[in-house]
C-alpha cells in the first residue's frame, strides 16, 4: 500500500523524504521489521521505540513513524512525525485493512465483570439468529466456524484489524469485542468505529495498573467519550457508575435495569441450577443460564440485539437456547450427588454474585464450600476484601493459590485471611496447593452440598514464576472426585 494512503485522516506534523513510498506492512516491534516495512516508535512504559530506529532501518524498514526524529536523517528513508504515535498507529492500522470496523457493524462491551460473557452470549445469539459474526473475548478470537486462539483480552490494534478485515472478507456482518480498561489506556482501540458500546458494571479491579478507582473510571468513560454521534451507547443505571459513562458522549442513549426504569427492564419470576424465568419488557421466556449477574448479562444482549434492529420476540427465542459460557457458573453434579460450581469470579464483586446467587437459589439445608485464592503480582488492595467475602458467605471458605505469579503464595494468603472477620475464624482453613485445596473440598462434602471452585474458570493453567503449568479447574474435580469416590 502507498504511503499516502495510510496517512488518509492522519494528522502529521512534519514529512521527510518520499510520500508515495511503497509500504509492505506496519510493525511497532523492531525484531519483526522487513524489506519495505513502516516502522512506528512507540513510547512504551519500559522501552522507548525511539531507540530502534536505527537498527529497524538496517533490517529493512523504509518508512518510520515517530514523535521525535532523529539527529541524522537518512535520505533514502521516509521520517513522519506525529505528536501521538500510540494513537497514530491505530488509524495507521485501520487504513492499512481498508477500514474493516467501518465495514461491519462492531460492537464493544467493557466494564469489570461480564465482558466475556456479554460478548460471547452475543457471538452465540447471532449465531442462533442465522448470522455469522466475529468474536473477539479473553476465552478465544472466532470468525464464524474458525477458533483463534486468545492471548489478552484486547489485542493490538494491528491484530484487532486484521481480525476484522478477515471477517469482512468470510462475509461477516457484525462483530463482538471485549474491551478491556488495558485496551483502552494503551490506545489499542484507536481508529475504530463502533456501533454500540455497552457497559456491564464498575468495580475493584486493575488498581495494580490504573493506581486509583477514580483513574479507572476515566478510562473506561473514555470508550464512551470517543464514540461518534451515529453510534449507541447502552449501560446499566443499576450500577452507580452507568450514568457517569453517559456524561460527555456523542452517542444515542440507552439503559438498561432491574431495579430501576429503563429502556431495558428485567425481572426474575422462578430460579434455580438449573436455570431461570425472567420477563424482558414484559415478555417472559426461560434460560439455562442462571444467577442475578446472569440476567444483567442477557438483558444486556437483549438492549443490544434490540437496538440493532430484531424483534423482541425473535431475540428471546435466540436466547433461550443458549448454553453457557466456558468457565462462568458452570455447573455439574456428581453421581454422589454433590453439586459443583467452577466460575472465573477473580474479583471482590464478582465473587460476591457469585456467592450470592447460589445463596438465592440453595435451601441453606447444603452446605456451601468455597475454594478461592487471588492472583499474584495483581491488585493487593481486593485480597482481604475476597477473604471476607468467602468466609461470611460460605459455610466453609478454603483459601488456596490462583496464578500466584512471582510472588510467595504464602504471603498471598496471609493477605486473603488479613480480611476474615473474627466471628468467621472457624469458617475458613488455608491450602496453598489448589489440587490439595480442591481435594478437600470433595472430602468434606457430603450428597446435596455445593462445591465452588472460583478464579480460574477457563484457564487452564497455574502460573508460577513466569511459567504456566496445566491446570484446569473441571478436569482435576472430576479426576479427584473419581478417585475419592471408589
Known sequence: MQ????LNRIPVLETHGESN???SELVFDSRKVSENSLYIALRGTVVDGHSFIASSIEKGATTIVCEELPGNLDENITYVKVKDASKTLGHLSSNYYGNPSEKLKLIGVTGTNGKTSVSTLLFDVFKNLGYDSAL?????????EKVIPATHTTPDVITINKILAQAVEEGCEFAFMEVSSHGIAQNRIEGLTF???GFT?????HLDYHKTFDEYLK?????FDELNA???????????????MLQNTKAAKRSYALKTMADFHGRTLEVDFNGMLLNFNGKEFWTTLTGKFNVYNLLLVFGIASELGFEQDEILQAISILKRVSGRFETFKSDGGIFFIVDYAHTPDALENVLDSINDIRTKNERLITVFGCGGDRDHSKRPEMGN????KSTLAIITSDNPRTEDPNQIIKEIEAGVEPQNFSKYTSIPDRREAIKMAIKFSEPKDIVLVAGKGHENYQEINGVKHHFDDKEVINELWKLLSK
Open 201 to 205: 458494571n464498575l468495580t475493584h479491579d
Open 136 to 144: 473477539l473475548s479473553t476465552v478465544e478470537i472466532r470468525i464464524g
Open 389 to 392: 467475602i468467602a468466609s461470611k
Open 195 to 197: 456501533k454500540i458500546a
Open 21 to 23: 513510498r511503497e509500504v
Open 230 to 244: 451515529n453510534a449507541i451507547a447502552i449501560t446499566n443505571v443499576d450500577d452507580k457508575n452507568g450514568n457517569v
Open 219 to 223: 478510562i473506561k468513560k473514555r470508550f
Open 3 to 6: 504511503l499516502v494512503e495510510l
